[in-house]
C-alpha cells in the first residue's frame, strides 16, 4: 500500500507530510482533524484481491520514544 494525496478528495483540509526526507520511510500525506491524523492509502490490484479473499489488513507499529506520531505500515495478507 502507499499513501497518497489528496488526503481527503473533495475537502479544503491543510496538508501537511510527515517524515519528509527520513530514511527509510516514506513521505505520509496527512490531515488534522479534531486531536486525530488521517493519511489515505492506495491498495494495489494484489492487495485488493487478498484483502478480498481473506478480509485481513495488518497494521504495524514501530516503537518510538518521544515522537508525537509513530511510524506506521500497513500490510494485506500475512506477515512475513
Not at 23 to 48: F, N, Q
Amino acid at each position: 500500500m502507499i499513501p497518497v494525496s489528496p488526503v481527503v478528495p473533495g475537502k479544503e483540509y491543510t496538508e501537511f507530510v510527515i517524515v519528509k526526507d527520513q530514511k527509510p520511510y516514506i513521505p505520509l500525506p496527512a490531515v488534522r482533524v479534531g486531536d486525530c491524523v488521517l493519511s489515505r492509502w492506495h491498495m494495489t490490484w494484489k492487495e485488493r484481491w487478498f484483502a478480498f479473499l481473506w478480509g485481513d489488513v495488518y497494521l504495524w507499529v514501530e516503537k518510538s520514544v518521544g515522537t508525537p506520531l509513530q511510524p506506521v505500515k500497513l500490510q494485506v495478507g500475512a506477515p512475513k
